[in-house]
């Protein structure tokens, strides 16, 4: 389904909450309305374009407005999600005014052509309710601990401590040291973590109408695991070892892994992740921060499975190197054709070990490095061959390169950011 369908639903539903909110104002007392002007410079269609606003320039030119009580309209005056982050809920308003939130958010899609988009955000006299989740995250204790994520689109995971610990003699315990990434692909737009998780390692494994874990990982990078390349060998850590949930949904869920010191080649490396996956898309953002004995810089490897399908499959793999890309594409007897791929702007070469192809960046302790990590399947009905995902991948790296830009033009009276 795509991405402008699925927010249809979610459109009646927040027009029903908030319906004459803005006629409570009469004509002579106008109701403040924020208005912005998003632009960019792609002649492409951006579906799922997340917009961000500030929300101190929210609160500055709309005073008293509450995150539960807004209505952010498009041109035409249709009401859209929306999602106000609270990266730190112990942090406060240098004014003293509560709660430090962080940005509003919401989402429009750009058809090809349209370069430009204007909207409103008012407050609204009725609590606006929750809005249906397309983005969410949570660890797995009941796993293992594995940490899994997803949105309408994809979903991942990766490993925790629990799996990673020495099995008990005759425990028949699943040990799997590996800060690789994996891949569900599923079928419907609403979310599966929770009734994949309740369905069981078994179940999921196999299609029963949902779709499926049909990726493998093992020891191998999966798609999109980090480690340290010193020419010749790759370097990695172990499981994850602590997370934090910093936004979850509806519209964006972010969230950090670290990664405790392992050996990198005689030099002591630590990891901090963050991830960030928005409703209607395909790629999960990553932001990677080194920590590590000496200033030197370091030689980052991200990596994709050369084995990443079942072997009753019989998968047909291809692999692309670009500049700074490295994109999969499988094939498969019938379980549907699949394609990943990373995009690591700043790349300067690859590699390959005897699990993993790799693209490579160089990185100094303690500055990030950012990339992006993504998949799809056949099914979808979007990319059915290996051409159709490498336009796909070509289009996102495009669009990464090219963020688009908020005006703000604050209410009658207000005071200009």
Excluded at 343 to 365: K, R, W
């Amino acid at each position: 389904m795509p991405p402008t369908s699925r927010r249809g639903a979610l459109a009646a539903g927040l027009a029903l909450a908030v319906a004459g909110s803005s006629g409570m104002a009469s004509a002579a007392e106008p109701t403040p309305r924020l208005q912005l002007t998003v632009h960019h410079t792609l002649a492409a269609a951006r579906p799922a374009e997340t917009i961000a606003v500030p929300w101190r320039e929210v609160a500055r030119q709309l005073p008293g407005a509450r995150l539960h009580q807004l209505a952010v309209r498009d041109a035409t005056g249709r009401l859209l999600p929306y999602q106000v982050t609270n990266v730190d809920p112990q942090a406060k308003d240098p004014r003293g005014e509560g709660t430090a939130y962080g940005e509003l958010l919401f989402q429009h899609d750009f058809a090809a052509g349209e370069q430009q988009a204007r909207f409103t955000i008012e407050k609204a006299e009725a609590v606006v309710p929750p809005f249906p989740a397309r983005a969410f995250a949570r660890p797995v204790p009941e796993r293992l601990d594995d940490f899994a994520w997803e949105n309408d689109r994809i979903a991942h995971r990766t490993y925790g401590p629990a799996l990673a610990a020495p099995a008990p003699p005759g425990s028949g315990k699943e040990v799997l040291v590996s800060s690789g990434i994996d891949v569900w692909f599923k079928r419907p737009s609403y979310l599966v973590i929770d009734r994949w998780y309740t369905k069981g390692h078994d179940h999921y494994h196999q299609e029963q109408g949902e779709g499926l874990d049909m990726y493998g990982v093992g020891r191998s990078r999966g798609l999109g695991g980090s480690g340290l390349w010193n020419g010749q060998r790759l370097f990695t850590s172990g499981n994850y070892a602590r997370w934090r949930i910093l936004a979850n949904g509806p519209i964006r869920v972010a969230f950090e892994l670290a990664y405790d010191t392992w050996d990198a080649d005689g030099r002591p490396v630590s990891e901090l992740k963050r991830f960030t996956l928005d409703a209607g898309q395909l790629f999960t953002a990553v932001e990677s921060r080194f920590t590590a004995a000496g200033p030197q810089p370091l030689r980052v490897a991200l990596g994709l499975n050369k084995a990443p399908a079942y072997t009753s499959q019989g998968p047909v793999i291809s692999t692309h190197r670009g500049a700074d890309t490295l994109v999969q594409w499988v094939r498969q007897r019938s379980a549907g054709d699949f394609g990943t791929a990373l995009i690591l702007p700043g790349a300067d070469g690859h590699a390959d070990d005897a699990l993993n192809e790799l693209i490579l960046a160089t990185v100094a302790p303690g500055q990030p490095l950012r990339y992006h990590l993504g998949a799809a399947v056949s099914w979808s009905g979007e990319f059915t061959s290996t051409e159709a995902w490498q336009a796909h991948v070509a289009a996102w790296r495009e669009r990464v390169a090219a963020p688009v830009q908020v005006r703000i033009t604050p209410p009658a009276g207000g005071v200009a950011p």
